[in-house]
């Protein structure tokens, strides 16, 4: 068994941004570690399944603006011991 390799590491080298240092290390560990193989193709999959997904605009514009004022007034507050509202009292 060679090193401990991370999900982010792997999926750099998926990516092709391991340093040459790091690629060959990994390519040997992947030649003989049926695990590590396993997890490479299960991010394989997982990329090419995003990858697949079909992009859909959003119901509406998310972002948050300026002119917009999110404050509320507070709600009742529960108490638990009593297991009533302030408003219940």
């Not at 999900?7 to 080298?13: C, F, N, P, V």
């Not at 695990?35 to 995003?50: C, D, K, N, P």
């Not at 004022?69 to 638990?80: A, C, I, S, Y």
Request: hydrophobic share 35%; aromatic share 6%.
């Amino acid at each position: 068994m060679g090193r401990l390799w991370t999900e982010e590491q792997l999926s750099a080298y998926l990516d092709q941004r391991l340093s040459p240092v790091e690629q060959r290390a990994l390519e040997a560990d992947l030649a003989h570690d049926a695990e590590l193989q396993r997890r490479v193709a299960l991010l394989r999959q997982t990329i090419a399944l995003l990858q697949a997904a079909p992009l859909r605009e959003p119901p509406r514009n998310y972002r948050l603006t300026e002119n917009r004022n999110f404050t509320q007034e507070p709600g009742p507050v529960f108490n638990r011991s009593t297991n009533r509202t302030e408003e219940d009292i």
